[in-house]
């Protein structure tokens, strides 16, 4: 029996007013249940606002979309992770897509994010994924590993066993387009096939999830497949009542 984990990301969406009357939606949709782990990761500046309209949910969890890699400093406009913590935030997601092509993120500061995050008491979610033409050249496997090896750098095997990996083809996310189910659990088992090597565990237990223009559509499809442990989900994940179909997909 699988115990899936549905991470919301509402990437650069939602004021704290948004935020909450969300939140009162979405608890009507979904009553508590203790099979799946429902994560939320709002931006940074509405955290408080999620935080509080979660206070009787504590089965429900946030977490930020990023981090800086020192703790505390003359970083002006960035979010620490101790910060972060201290604010209701238990998860963070490192190395997303967006982070990656947009905004520059190498794979050393990936490794060195994680660092931070397990550092901060934070639950790293490690987000990795090719581009088309990465995929069109036959480097998918090469690049999901390269940056898996490189945002778990810095951290001890059992904190590796602790984190959660996302795998997000970047050709996939906004676009409508999804890795079919298929194409999906044959990437997931190279993910989960190098952290049973980093872990040193046979049987590791790291919740490895897909995220990619997924929807209450296709939700259920993709978490049937193999080694697909649970959803990420960006622009699905804005509305109360789709966000709740989907995690109780
Ligand atoms: P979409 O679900 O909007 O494709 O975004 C996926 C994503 O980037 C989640 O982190």
Known sequence: MKHPVFAANWKMNHAPADAKAFVRQFLA?????QDRTV???PPALTLHA???ALKDRPDIQLGVQNIHWEDKGAFTGENSAPIARAAGARYVLVGHSER????????EETGKKTAAAVRAGLTPLVCVGETLAQRNAGETGSVVLRQLRAALAHIEPHQISSSLVAYEPVW???TGKTASPADASTVHAIIRSELRTLTGEREEAVPILYGGSVNSGNATTLLAAPDVDGLLVGGASLDAEGWATIVRA
């Not at 949709?29 to 249940?33: G, K, L, M, T």
């Open 29 to 33: 949709y979904f009553p508590r249940q």
């Open 100 to 107: 990656r092509h947009v905004f520059g993120e190498t794979d």
């Open 50 to 52: 999620v935080t509080d």
């Open 39 to 41: 994560l939320i990761f």
């Open 172 to 174: 996939a996310i906004g």
